[in-house]
Each structure stands twice: as C-alpha cells, then as structure tokens.
C-alpha cells in the first residue's frame, strides 16, 4: 500500500510572531545573539566609528539572522506546533 502524503498548513503569523517559549528555543536564540554579535563587533571595534553606533550597526543583524535561524528551526522541527 502506498502511503498517503498529508498536506499541511503552516501558520506563518505565528512561527513568526510568536516569541520564544521552550527553554531550548531561549537558549538557541541567546547563544546565537552573542556569536553573531562578536562576529559582525569584531572588525567594527578596529574602525573609527562611535562605540553607540559600531553597537547598532553589529545588533541590527545580530537580531535579524538569529531570530531567522529560531524560524527555520521552528519550521524543521516544530511544525505541528504551528499548523493551522
């Protein structure tokens, strides 16, 4: 017999808005905030830019790249969670 294959929905709104809410997502999300951190900090301190705006500038894809990652995460191995 062949298997059938189920469709699902994925509620995009939620996966997401929804904040972190397990232990292991918080975790993730933190421990990726700080490597990317230093990683986009790192060349900037050696410049002449302001400290504020040197901070700014490694935070903006600090936040966007590491809550992408806890998305694709959440899609890969959380899915029912977020099924309409």
């Known amino acids: ?3 059938q294959i189920e469709r699902v929905e994925i509620d995009l709104k939620k996966i997401f ?3 972190p809410n397990t232990n292991r997502e918080r975790i993730t999300l933190l421990v990726m905030m ?3 951190f230093v990683m986009f900090f790192g060349p ?8 504020v705006k040197a901070i700014a500038l ?4 600090t936040l966007s790249i590491s ?8 899609s890969l191995f959380r899915k029912s969670d977020f099924c309409r």
């Open 44 to 51: 900037i301190c050696f410049t002449d830019i302001p400290p």
């Open 1 to 3: 017999m062949k298997k």
């Open 67 to 74: 809550w992408g990652w806890i998305v694709l995460l959440r």
């Open 58 to 61: 490694a935070s903006l894809p």
């Open 34 to 36: 700080v490597v990317l």
């Open 17 to 19: 808005l929804t904040p």
